[in-house]
Structure formats: C-alpha cells, structure tokens
C-alpha cells in the first residue's frame, strides 16, 4: 500500500515574511473592501477599483511568486496564498488571482524573451489574464480543441474560449490551444483582438467578470508562443496553481460567511431569546468552524509543499485535499448562512448570497470536490 | 532545556530498536483498544506488564522530574516515543488516568508528599488510578456532583455513587471530585477534590455491561466512606478549579502528561487494506469508485485532524478564533473514529452481520467492537453535543443555550 504523506512528517512550513504579509493583507482588505464597497462595485461594468489595483501593485504583491530578475520579490506562491485568503474573506474584488495565474503560466513556460517583456510589467500592474476554458466545460485543460493554424508565417486562431476571466481590463491573454496538434499556449494582446471579440458573460458571482472570447480572426506571430515542450508540465502547474489560490479564496470566504452567522446569531432574537442559544443553529454553526479550521490547515499544509519538486505527488495530492476540502466547507457554510437568516437570508439585500455565489464559483472553477477525490484516488489508492 | 538535534537522531534510532525487539507479540485473544475497554483479567495483567515494560526501558514519564521515578530529560524524547508507539499501533498505556490525568495534576499542584507518594507507582503501574467525576444523575453536567463528602473530625465521610467508572475494579486510588458544601449561590461552589483510596470500608464495585457485550466500566458506590483528610487536593470548596485543570490535562489542552499511547486507534490505512482483502462483485472493494470515493474523504479527514495539530504550533496561523483547534480536537477525533467504525463495516457486506466469537468474523470481529466502542469517546469526557456547545459559547461567543 502506498500512503502518499508518510514522508512529509506533517509539519508546516510559515516563514516570518509569510507571518507579515497576512497581517499586512488582513489589515488593508478589511479596510479597503467593506462590504458597501464590494456590492458598488458589482453594479460597475469594471468590477474592481483601479486605484486599489495600483495600490496592490506598489506593495509588490503582483510580484511575491516571481523571481527577483524578473521584477518581482523571489517568494512563491505560498506568499501569493497569503494575500488570497484576506482578499477572500472581505470579497475583495480584483483582477489578482488571473494575473498571478499568468504569470505563473509564463514562469513556467515563456521564453526568455517572453518572460523579459511580461513578468516585470505585470510586476508593476500590468493586468493579464488566461484563455484555458472551452464550451465542453471540462475541467481537464489538456482537453484542448481551440487552434492555432500556421497562415502566412503567422498563426491564425480558431475557436472559441469561455470563462476569460478580467479580460476586458487585460493587457495581455494566454490563450491556450492545439498547435500542431500538441497543447500549446499563445500570448495575445489587447490591440491584437477584433472588437466585438469579448463579449461578457452573466455569471453565478457577481463580484467576477467572465467573458466568452472567439479566437476566430485573431492573428499573432510564432514568436508570442509559449516554448511547447514545457506546455504539458506548465498546463498542469497552472491547474494546480489555480486551484491553490481558489482554495485560500475560499477559506477567505468562509470565514467571512461564519463572521456574519455568528452576528446575526448574537443579535437577533426569537421567542425572547438570542437565536444563537439554540443549539440547532449553534451546533452548525461549529461545525463551520471546524470546517473552516479544517480546510485552512489543509491549505497551509498545500502551500508549504507548493512547487517541491521533491514531492511532487505528495504536493499534488496537498493542493487538491485543500480543494476539496475548502470548497466542501464553504458549501456548507455559506449554505447554512443563507438558512440561518431566515427570512431575510431570502433577500438579495442579505449578504449571506454573496458567500453562497462565491462558494458556487470556487467550487466549480478548476474542480468539484468529487472530481479532485477521484484525482485522490488514484495517487492514494493505487 | 537545549535538544541537541542530533542526541534526538540516536535516541529514535534507539527507541526504534528497542521496540523492533521488544513489540508485544499476538497474545492470542482479542485486546482492547482503548483504556475504556479493559473488560477482562488477562487483558488487564498483559497491559499493566506492558506499561512496566516500557516504564523500566525508560521510556515513559521520561521528562517527569527524577527525583520522583522520571526520566528528567527534555518532552522532545518522550514525543519520539510517543509518535513510535502511535505509528506502530502498539497496545496502550493501561495506566492512561494516573499518567496524562492524575500525575500531571499532582505534579503541578500538589505536595511533596503526594508527589513522593504516587508518582512513581503511576509510571510503573503498580498503583491503577480510576477517576471519580461523572454521576448517575450528572453526565455531561460535571459541576452539578452531588456525591457527599462531609468532614468529621480528620476525615470525610462519603456518601452517594459515581459512574462510568474505567478501571475502578483494578484501582487503587481515584481522583474524586466531591460535595463539600450544598448550601452555596452557584453549583461550581462547594465542591472538593480528592485524591481517594479505594480500599476505604463502605467502598462497592459493581461492574456495568456495556454495548458490546463486554465489561470495562463500573459504578462505584460509597457508604459512609472514610476518607483521611490529607487525601484533598488544593483547598476545600475550591474542587472545581481542580477538576478544570484535570480536564485540560484529559483533553490536551495542557501539556506535561507522562507518554506513552491512551488508545490504538483505527487508522484509514487500516480501513484501506481492509478494502483490498474483502469482494464487492467478486473484485476488491477498493476498485469501486464509491468506495474509492469515501476511502479518500476519511484519508482526507485523518489527514485534516494532523494538520490542525501541526497549525496550532504556528501562532501567526492560530490566534484567529484562539482555541478552536486544541478545543475540536476530542470532538473531531471521536466522531470521525465513529463514523470510519461504521464504514468498515459497510465494506464487509453481510459478514458485517457476523459478531465477536463467530470463525468467520472478520479480525476477530474489532471492527464490529470499534463501532460500538467509538461511543465511548463520543460520549464520555462530554458528548459531543455538549463540546459543541462549550466550542460554540468560548469560541465563537454564541450565548449559552
């Protein structure tokens, strides 16, 4: 029998740099993004504060995962979790985890050329986005049938890519596609695409912004192709980049769906006593917090193994426990949140459905948690 | 105390040889699992020789004190042992009251002379400690004991019954939480705390059959019992602030408990070869995508309860809702023990029906056992349902229900 884990000893590693950047990031997303800040900003066609964005930028968080040559402050990802989980939490709308999650896919597989033009300006707030998502809406992104033809010494895309997510505000796309007839990836810039190209979609949380992208009549030249041998492996690190940052967004999220029951539990009253006094509500509500509990050590222990090549298995199977695990507990949470506010958890004005959409969105994006436990499975069981 | 790292490197190389070399074989019955289990007397004499085994190689209460029968070095020894012990689901430590509870509480509150008197014997098992708390009429509502003690001269007279009594049929003393004064504003007022024999006269055992068929727990009754008034521990009408500190020594919320095991708990892996041995559809359970599917979800579970332990460590990934995670911890493992019990069963189709005794139950029929002794921690130390309210009220600020 083979027990993926045994190995790593169970510890977790959390630098002192780590320690300053998650209080830093508590501190400014509880001030910057109250609650009336995020539904404005759902109702604006943008979707995110531009002078925030410029602010995060300064305070180098763009660049915690990429290295010091690049402009960036030579940390990893696990300092990237950091960040996200406050942004979570406070519902924090921004282009952050797209931008980091192309970045990433750069790292991974740009050239050097690539890397010298894109990492230091996305450093500097340079917002950039991914094209991974098909209509098939399968979760595999190796399950590729967008194209990039060979016409005239350039490339000529085909298809159609869905769930874009900022690309509006984007300066740049990572498209991915089949590039004779292998994974590849092509960056496509902001001048390059034809007007009516992007077109937004309605989506299940209001504080993202989705579009649909037809590649048909977009042309980019060979050279702004990702190196095509480090595809494959840079598909895949991004998928579990993604679903890294997705679970600290939602550990994020929980929290802030647990910090609102538990108010309304203190403070509303029913047949003259505090609702919270009865232990139908309370025991869930608990039963939140070791969810939440949970999940956070599972995303911390993901994050301390994040890109160990030595674990490679090891972290894998980390990242899609926390995956799984975040976005089973945010479900729940954020699903009794709704219930627990009676009647008014029936109400747009609630802000329980905001935890709800965003446990909706995380658990659906890159994953379900029954498709990650299949993942699981075959690394665990084997 | 400084640990040399490398000090630590030799010690588990030891350790590590000293169990491949000394690990109890098969005694050929069934044992128990937990200290709550103990149900017969030669399941009780092959542990204590245990316990004493492991005691004498040096290997338990090694960073008690010296002076009083420990070992005196640093807990990182004891935690290698500990984690050995853990890793090669050795049997338990009998002896678990005296060692996590009773000996940890008389170490940091007690005399001279009581740490000279029982400290030694906890370690080698010579003297079995059983703990007095829980009542006929008072469960989970601990601070409500009713049980008397009342002062005459220089002893207390006894009076009323204690349940749920692990081990008392083999104990020599109990750690006793008793009513001193019941004319007081609150029911925490006027209790008392001792550290009782139980060879006093007007002392019956009567042993309770429990779920499984077995024996393992007690009530035990006092009638006119006298007890030396030197057996109290801290000052009289103060006894609740002891037993909370007894607590906290049971739920780990407070370190400097002896070592060694309290129970071999059933781990997934366990559950996993179980998966590959028995046949769904004349294939190994383990192929079925089901099956597959809930095997993850437990591994997960297991893994998510570790990983909490290693957070609490890290403060900066803590001190949001501060005691949430050492709090969760009884709560978490007993249910999840409760809940893999039933699944292994689900796994052996209808031999699941087949009980303890029958050739044809599976492992002796332990999973059949675990299931129903999983209720012991579900319930005892406070159910379940009432940890969620203690979680609820302390953690989250939730008004009392």
Request: net charge negative; proline share 4%; hydrophobic share 40%.
């Amino acid at each position: 029998m083979s027990l993926v884990g045994e190995s790593s000893a169970w510890k977790i590693a959390f630098s002192e740099e780590q320690a300053q950047l998650l209080e830093v990031a508590a501190a400014f997303c509880r001030e910057k993004s109250p609650i009336e800040k995020v539904r404005a900003l759902m109702t604006e066609e943008k979707g995110f504060d531009k002078s925030l964005w410029d602010e995060i930028a300064s305070l180098g968080w763009l660049g915690v995962a990429a290295p010091e040559s690049y402009g960036g402050s030579g940390l990893s990802l696990a300092e990237a979790i950091v960040l996200a989980e406050p942004m979570g939490r406070r519902l924090f709308a921004s282009p952050f985890f797209t931008t980091t999650l192309a970045a990433q896919m750069l790292i991974r597989a740009g050239t050097e050329t690539q890397k010298k033009r894109w990492l230091p300006k996305i450093c500097e707030g340079t917002i950039a986005t991914l094209a991974l998502h098909e209509p098939h809406g399968d979760w595999d992104l190796t399950n590729i049938t967008a194209r990039a033809e060979e016409r005239e010494g350039g490339l000529r895309l085909v298809g159609e890519k869905r769930f874009v997510l900022d690309a509006a505000a984007a300066e740049m796309i990572l498209v991915s596609v089949l590039h004779k007839d292998a994974p590849a990836c092509v960056i496509v810039e902001k001048a390059a695409l034809p007007k009516a190209a992007l077109s937004r979609e309605t989506v299940i949380d209001e504080t993202k912004r989705s579009y649909r992208l037809k590649l048909d009549g977009i042309t980019a030249d060979c050279q702004s192709l990702l190196s095509a041998e480090k595809m494959t492996d840079a598909l895949h690190h991004v998928h579990l980049a993604a679903i890294l940052l997705l679970s600290a967004e939602m550990c994020g999220g929980l929290s802030g769906a647990l910090d609102l029951t538990v108010e309304y539990l203190n403070t509303r009253r029913q047949f003259d006593r505090f609702i919270g006094s009865y232990q139908a509500l309370k025991h869930p509500t608990v039963d939140m917090l070791t969810g939440w509990d949970m999940a956070r050590s599972h995303l911390y222990y993901a994050a301390s193994l994040f890109g160990k090549m030595a674990a490679a298995d090891d972290a894998e199977a980390a990242v899609r426990m926390a995956k799984a695990s975040a976005s089973d507990a945010f479900a729940f949470g954020s699903d009794r949140c709704i219930q627990f506010h009676g009647g008014m958890g029936f109400t747009y004005e609630c802000d329980a459905q905001l935890y709800r959409r965003r446990a909706l969105w995380g658990e659906y994006m890159h994953g379900d948690s029954a498709w990650h436990r299949a993942r699981l499975a075959d690394i665990l069981l084997k | 105390m400084a640990v040399d790292k490398e000090e630590l490197q030799e010690f588990q190389k030891e350790v590590k040889a000293w169990f491949d070399a000394n690990a109890p074989k098969d005694p050929g019955f069934l044992l128990p699992q937990s200290f709550m289990e103990v149900g017969t007397d030669k399941q009780f004499h092959f542990l204590r020789d245990w316990q004493r085994e492991v005691y004498e190689a040096g290997y338990l209460g090694m960073a008690w004190p010296e002076d009083y029968g420990g070992g005196g070095k640093p807990q990182p020894f004891q935690d290698i042992v500990n984690r050995e012990m853990a890793k090669r689901s050795l049997p338990f430590m009998v002896n678990i009251i005296g060692l996590s509870w009773a000996g940890p509480l008389i170490l940091n509150m007690g005399t001279e002379a009581q740490k000279r008197a029982y400290i030694k014997n906890i370690l080698s098992a010579e003297d079995i400690w059983c703990q007095g708390f829980s009542e006929p009429d008072h469960g989970s509502d601990l601070a409500n004991a009713q049980l008397r003690a009342k002062k005459t001269g220089d002893h207390y007279l006894l009076n009323g019954s204690k349940i749920w009594t692990t081990l008392a049929h083999v104990a020599k003393y109990m750690i006793l939480l008793a009513r001193t004064d019941s004319q007081t504003n609150t029911k925490y007022e006027g209790l008392s705390f001792f550290l009782a024999p139980m060879d006093a006269p007007g002392i019956e055992i009567a042993p309770i059959r429990k779920l499984t068929g077995e024996y393992g727990f007690n009530q035990v009754f006092f009638a006119d019992s006298p007890l030396p008034a030197d057996c109290l521990m801290g000052e009289e009408g103060e006894g609740w602030m002891v037993a909370v500190k007894t607590l906290q020594f049971e739920r780990g919320a407070e370190g400097g408990q002896a070592g060694g095991t309290s129970m071999v708990r059933t781990s997934v892996g366990e559950v996993v070869a179980l998966a590959r041995t028995v046949k769904r559809g004349g294939r190994p359970a383990i192929e079925d995508a089901h099956i597959r599917d809930q095997l993850v979800r437990f591994l997960m579970e297991e893994k998510g309860m570790r990983l909490n332990g290693a957070r609490a460590k890290i403060k900066p990934l803590a001190s949001e809702r501060p005691g949430s995670l050492l709090m969760s911890v009884k709560l978490l493992e007993s249910e999840f023990q409760r809940r893999l019990g039933a699944f292994a069963l689900s796994l052996q189709g209808m031999n699941a029906a087949y009980y303890m005794g029958d050739p044809e139950a599976a492992d002796r029929g332990r999973w059949q056992r675990g299931l129903f002794n999983a209720f012991s921690a579900t319930i005892g130390g406070g159910t379940s349902e009432i940890q969620k309210n203690i979680i609820g009220e302390r953690v989250l600020g939730l008004p009392k229900s």
